[in-house]
């Protein structure tokens, strides 16, 4: 009898026929929609505050992206791009930072972890800029701190981007996104 009812429950789980096919397929597109729907705020695009810090990081990593292609130590557009970075990281500081530091601790985590990396990334780019390194490591260690901030802005994008979504109200976003702005420049000339 066990053995029966084993075949009858397994039996019970196949599909049988066309309707059963056909209810199964509309619940499978029910549930598909319903997962849709439920990503769509993941994929919607960014605004506010969120936008315009990435507008800015963006422009920032293009013009990295230009520096890149410059194989002498110090590129000529380096001077540019040390200031443009100093003021994202500035506006930041006035901005983002105190706004999102006590919100909760995902938010003070990613804050703490943006300050010491751009702190440190500042002081580095001063030594380059300074000429405090070595000339003959000069173009490599300039490649390799520029790499840094590189993956400095893309973790700016991946961690603090989302706490600010997750945590600013939208007035309060769209209050930051004017001080960003107005904080900071347009794209460094090289």
């Given at each position: 009898?066990?053995?029966?009812?084993?075949?009858?429950?397994?039996?019970?789980?196949?599909?049988?026929?066309?309707?059963?096919?056909?209810?199964?397929?509309?619940?499978?597109?029910?549930?598909?929609?319903?997962?849709?729907?439920?990503?769509?705020?993941?994929?919607?695009?960014?605004?506010?505050?969120?936008?315009?810090?990435?507008?800015?990081?963006?422009?920032?990593?293009?013009?990295?992206?230009?520096?890149?292609?410059?194989?002498?130590?110090?590129?000529?557009?380096?001077?540019?791009?040390?200031?443009?970075?100093?003021?994202?990281?500035?506006?930041?500081?006035?901005?983002?930072?105190?706004?999102?530091?006590?919100?909760?601790?995902?938010?003070?985590?990613?804050?703490?972890?943006?300050?010491?990396?751009?702190?440190?990334?500042?002081?580095?780019?001063?030594?380059?800029?300074?000429?405090?390194?070595?000339?003959?490591?000069?173009?490599?260690?300039?490649?390799?701190?520029?790499?840094?901030?590189?993956?400095?802005?893309?973790?700016?994008?991946?961690?603090?981007?989302?706490?600010?979504?997750?945590?600013?109200?939208?007035?309060?976003?769209d209050r930051l996104a004017k001080d960003l702005k107005s904080r900071t420049h347009r794209r460094p000339a090289l």
């Amino acid at each position: 009898m066990t053995g029966s009812s084993r075949q009858d429950s397994g039996s019970q789980d196949r599909l049988h026929g066309p309707h059963e096919i056909v209810s199964h397929a509309e619940d499978f597109d029910a549930d598909a929609r319903k997962r849709q729907h439920d990503e769509a705020p993941a994929n919607a695009p960014h605004t506010g505050a969120a936008d315009a810090l990435i507008t800015r990081s963006r422009a920032l990593r293009a013009v990295l992206q230009e520096l890149h292609r410059f194989p002498s130590g110090a590129p000529e557009g380096l001077p540019a791009f040390v200031v443009a970075f100093q003021q994202h990281y500035a506006a930041k500081e006035a901005t983002v930072h105190p706004l999102l530091e006590h919100r909760d601790k995902a938010a003070s985590v990613a804050v703490a972890r943006d300050r010491e990396d751009g702190a440190q990334l500042l002081r580095r780019l001063d030594d380059v800029m300074a000429g405090k390194v070595a000339v003959e490591a000069m173009p490599l260690t300039t490649q390799i701190v520029l790499g840094e901030v590189d993956q400095y802005l893309l973790h700016e994008e991946r961690d603090l981007v989302p706490s600010m979504e997750r945590t600013l109200s939208p007035s309060e976003s769209d209050r930051l996104a004017k001080d960003l702005k107005s904080r900071t420049h347009r794209r460094p000339a090289l």
